[in-house]
Structure formats: C-alpha cells, structure tokens
C-alpha cells in the first residue's frame, strides 16, 4: 500500500462544494482518505489579481502507482469542470500530488515531491497541520522546517463553517 499527500484547491464557484465534491471523488476513485486538514483560503499565488483559493491536503492510502494516481487526478479534474487555459489561471478545481511515499519522481508529466511545495505557504500550512515531522525526500528537511523559513509572505487562513446541524434555526 502507498501513500500520497494530495493537495486540493480552487477559486472559481462555490470553493467549499468543490473541494468536498474533489474529497469524494479522490476518495472513490484513488483510495482511501485517512486524514484530511482544516480547509484553508489564501490569497492567489502567481496571479494575485484573481479570487482567493479554499485549499486542503489529504492523506490517502492507495494501491495504484504514481503514474495511475496522476491518470486519475486529471480525470477528476476533467469531471468536476477543469479547464486548463493559462498558467496560475482561475480554476473551478486543483489537485496536485505533493507526496507519494517518499519517492522521488522526476517525468515530463510526474514530479514528485511536488518541485513548489518549500515556497508556498498555502501548501506547508495545510502539510504542518497533518504531518509537521514528514521529511521532504529531496530537501531533508521537515514539513515544520520548511513551513518556518517560507519566504511567501501570502495570507492562509483557516475558514470556519457550520455544518448543518450547529446552525441556529
């Protein structure tokens, strides 16, 4: 069995049904989700005049390759509305593969550590949150080390919601 750390996040829509819907789907269609982080909105990176993104990481347990994870995570993408137009465009939803095991995975279409994950802060927060001891295989340095010297200055907060059930009638 493999485990991977799978980023999820969007701008466009209604971010918080996205990103359950994503949860979903990864979770049916690539494994078992065993843990999940607080949902987090952060300020665009790369592109900051566009929406604010909910973002979150899960670890899953998964019998598939790296390779077939990757297959999967674009047709989820392509199911829920993903259109691929420009670099660090608005986009309804992003899955990205930060880690998997402790490989590392360097294909024209596989990078794996994720190649950005020590320069974004709406990355490390999530990750810190889950694993702070989890040793990046290339950098050797831990989630809670990496996550303390990020140079993104980008805010990354925690958004609170009410589940059905707390609401106030």
């Given at each position: 069995?493999?485990?991977?750390?799978?980023?999820?996040?969007?701008?466009?829509?209604?971010?918080?049904?996205?990103?359950?819907?994503?949860?979903?789907?990864?979770?049916?269609?690539?494994?078992?989700i065993v843990?999940?982080?607080?949902?987090?909105?952060?300020?665009?990176?790369?592109?900051?005049?566009?929406?604010?993104?909910?973002?979150?990481?899960?670890?899953?347990?998964?019998?598939?390759?790296?390779?077939?994870?990757?297959?999967?995570?674009?047709?989820?993408?392509?199911?829920?509305?993903?259109?691929?137009?420009?670099?660090?465009?608005?986009?309804?939803?992003?899955?990205?593969?930060?880690?998997?095991?402790?490989?590392?995975?360097?294909?024209?279409?596989?990078?794996?550590?994720?190649?950005?994950?020590?320069?974004?802060?709406?990355?490390?927060?999530?990750?810190?949150?889950?694993?702070?001891?989890?040793?990046?295989?290339?950098?050797?340095?831990?989630?809670s080390e990496?996550?303390?010297?990020?140079?993104?200055?980008?805010?990354?907060?925690?958004?609170?919601?009410?589940?059905?059930?707390?609401?106030?009638?």
């Open positions: 069995m493999n485990t991977a750390y799978i980023l999820t996040g969007g701008n466009l829509g209604d971010r918080l049904s996205s990103l359950l819907m994503a949860k979903e789907y990864i979770g049916r269609e690539t494994g078992n843990s999940s982080s607080s949902i987090y909105e952060t300020e665009a990176w790369g592109n900051n005049s566009q929406p604010d993104f909910y973002n979150q990481v899960h670890i899953t347990t998964t019998g598939l390759s790296a390779e077939q994870m990757m297959k999967k995570i674009l047709e989820i993408e392509g199911q829920m509305g993903r259109v691929r137009a420009a670099k660090n465009a608005p986009r309804i939803i992003d899955i990205d593969i930060l880690f998997f095991n402790a490989d590392i995975i360097n294909k024209k279409d596989l990078i794996i550590p994720h190649a950005e994950i020590s320069n974004r802060r709406f990355v490390l927060t999530p990750l810190n949150e889950l694993s702070p001891w989890l040793v990046h295989p290339v950098l050797n340095k831990t989630i990496l996550l303390s010297t990020c140079k993104d200055k980008l805010s990354v907060k925690p958004i609170r919601t009410l589940l059905p059930y707390q609401q106030i009638l």
